[in-house]
Nanobody
Framework: QVQLVESGGGLVQPGGSLRLSCAAS????????MSWYRQAPGKERHLVAA????????NYADSVKGRFTISRDNAKNLLYLQMNSLKPEDTAVYYC????????????WGQGTQVTVSS
């Protein structure tokens, strides 16, 4: 049974930091591209950052470059998103996604974690 469980969301002031985690189970984590998406109220879900395996190549949305860092621990089946210099426009539900690096039909989502940036 595939599971992706996000944690680490919450309320933070502008300029603050949060670290999101995604615990994966039920599939071969190292064979999957792992990504973070976010969805703000009334808007579509968008890619925030992605990381491949085993080389660890990353890509980021322009809006978060230089502020967010995606990383993974294949030994522990964990995905992270370090978010610094947070802005109110970063407020959204953040979702963890796993997609097999070749077999694209194997695509899984977590339940999401709320991040709210507000003073």
């Amino acid at each position: 049974q595939v599971q992706l469980v996000e944690s680490g969301g919450g309320l933070v002031q502008p300029g603050g930091s949060l670290r999101l985690s995604c615990a994966a189970s039920g599939f071969i984590f190292s064979s999957y591209v792992m990504s973070w998406y976010r969805q703000a109220p009334g808007k579509e879900r968008h890619l925030v950052a992605a990381i491949t395996s085993p080389d660890g190549s990353t890509n980021y949305a322009d809006s978060v470059k230089g502020r967010f860092t995606i990383s993974r621990d294949n030994a522990k089946n964990l995905l992270y998103l370090q978010m610094n210099s947070l802005k109110p426009e970063d407020t959204a539900v953040y979702y963890c996604n796993a997609q097999h690096r070749r077999l694209k039909q194997y695509d899984y989502w977590g339940q999401g974690t709320q991040v709210t940036v507000s003073s």
